[in-house]
């Protein structure tokens, strides 16, 4: 078969791969996107305003991540995943948590303005915390879109949300020059999504609905999906907020810049991973039958080998990048782009394993396997910061992605999916990547 009729049909591999190339190419164009608006935003803004901005998504991310009770993944898996009952049951929780999680802003905001000695901690969280109220009341419809692997409106309308919220932060920036452009724009993108998923998704509208038996089946499967986001959010977040000890805010603002323009391949995994895998793993498991394995293989070896090419390319010009995007107020991005990218290529080399756990409703291990990677992570993050700074702190939690990966295997291989010739091949590009990217910007890391 030709890779172009591959794509074709309604079969489910022909569906994920049209949904891989429709989220790819959506989360392509999104950071495209924010890149362009980061560019215009340095200009207009100082590095102090994105190392505050930095704080506030610490925050809601934080509360979004310690919340999480997996209605997106139970509605994917659930056999009742297309019961109008369950999914309004699952909305009716979702607008629940979305109230709780803005009543907790108002809070921690004056809590973090004390801790971080930053006074506009204390009304910047609360006003970005509408955006969590907001996205509360967005449709079941998303969730069941991303059920049948049918993501080419959903992506379009997320692209079309974000787009608005950026043109509006640039608009805002222009005008005030003020941190406050970053806030509204992450507001009103919120709003925006809610908005256009709630006209151009076809299906019916939810409702407020409590079923006793839904809700059962969501908190049973949700506990162990809580617990592996608080975890989550640790491992994803927990460097800007231990940095936010370390560092001023200002350079704090430019690592976060760093890191942004090298997270975009983990996260682009990161995103198709958790749209796509779920749906193939439930209906199409590697033992099922002869033709399943082989498929998942090639998958999954294209996937890993995309999101390597793209780091190593990240680790190899990050130096070079930065000094031709930005201006020397944020030379120091240069060097935490090649770090942050080599960091990355350990985990991106299992990323494709454990969503088979979720597909299989095996929620508990999951969460053991994060709880044990965002312990030794934050660990050696910790330990690394205090004998070299920033430089180790980064060192430091790639070494503990790096010696995490037996555990990955060990929940690969419970669910059949480990591909032992998959994890050697690539550990090898990644090894040699890393060792070329260090090399070569090696006085660049030592002026961190």
Known sequence: MTLFGAFRGQALFARALRGSAFTAGSYALAQGLRLASNLVLARLLFPEAFGLMALVTVVLVGLTMF???GIGPAISRSPRGDDPDFLNTAW???VLRGGILWLATLGLGPLLAWAYQAPDLSVLIPVAGLSL???????????SASRHLMLGRVTALDLAAQTIGIAAMVLFAALSGSVWALVLGAVLTALAKLILMHHFLPGAANRFRWEPAAGRELVHFGKWIFLSTA???????GDRLILGAYLPIDRLGVYNIGYFLASFPWLLGGAVVMKVMIPLYRDDPPGAKAANAPRLRRMR????GGLLGLLGVLALIGVPLVG???????TMAGAVVVLVACLQMPAVIGMT???AALAAGDSRNFFFVLLAKALIQTFAFILGAELGGLVGALAGQGLALAAMHPLVIW???RHQVWDPRHDLLWSGVALTLILAALALHRAEIAAL
């Not at 975890?231 to 977040?237: D, E, K, S, Y």
């Not at 031709?324 to 944020?330: A, K, N, Q, S, W």
């Open 67 to 69: 919340s999480d009770v």
């Open 92 to 94: 009716s929780l979702q």
């Open 133 to 143: 109220l907001i996205a509360g009341f967005n449709p079941t419809r998303i969730d």
């Open 231 to 237: 975890c989550g959010f640790v491992m994803a977040q």
């Open 301 to 304: 070896m294209a996937m890993t």
């Open 324 to 330: 031709l995007l930005y201006d020397d107020r944020y």
């Open 353 to 355: 394993y454990d969503q």
């Open 411 to 413: 929940l690969a291989r």
